[in-house]
């Protein structure tokens, strides 16, 4: 007699499982599952690696400023105001700090003497199991940048802090990572 799954904490049962699409990057996974009312569903998740995202915070005499990127996202077809961001999926053994020391001077140059992590978060856990990292960068030196060919349309732009508010405020900043790991360092108390 073959036994039912257990379910999970939520009250789910997984009942079958299957990949539907993968990539380097990416894995779509389709499961059959048992909802806690007992009746059966499709659930579509999305599989992807861990990422990191950082404030590089440069201070001065001016007051403090903020490193941000532009770069186009084709899926939405714009072009878009982000923090520095990315995930290593060829290092799954590099920390979440190395990663963001890594992504950090890749994307902009710029070198961090202190990374403090500010926390945890997750881009959409109704479809997605990727979750990522934020830091804070201080302590910077600008170097030259390490683009990855898919990179190259990143162009670098240091506002001032109120200015990134403002940006987030009046709807130029649309990204929610950018926008979460703002809100995490600042709930921080860090900015």
């Known amino acids: 007699m073959t036994q039912r799954p257990t379910p ?16 380097p990057w990416t894995r779509v ?6 909802r806690p009312n007992g009746r059966e569903g499709l659930y579509g998740v999305v599989e992807r690696g861990d990422f990191v995202v950082i404030l590089p ?45 890594g992504e950090l001077r890749e994307e902009t140059g710029i070198m961090a003497a202190q990374m403090r992590d500010a926390g945890l978060m997750y881009q ?4 997605t199991t990727q979750k990522g990292r934020a830091f804070l960068a201080t302590g ?6 390490q683009r990855e060919e898919t990179e190259e349309d990143i162009t670098c732009h240091t506002v001032t802090l109120p200015e990134m508010e403002a940006m987030i405020l009046d709807g130029r900043i649309t990204c929610m990572v950018t926008i979460a790991a703002f809100g995490l360092i600042r709930a921080r108390g860090w900015i």
């Open 29 to 34: 996974r389709e499961d059959i599952i048992l």
């Open 140 to 145: 910077l030196t600008q170097g030259s940048h």
């Open 124 to 127: 959409g856990a109704g479809y």
């Open 57 to 101: 915070l440069w201070e001065g005499p001016e007051g403090p400023r903020v490193t941000l990127i532009r770069q186009y996202r084709y899926p939405i077809q714009k072009r878009m105001w982000e923090l520095p961001m990315g995930m290593w999926e060829n290092r799954p053994d590099a920390t979440p700090e190395e990663v963001a020391r």
């Open 8 to 23: 999970d904490a939520g009250g789910y049962t997984t009942l079958s499982t299957r990949t539907a699409y993968e990539n």
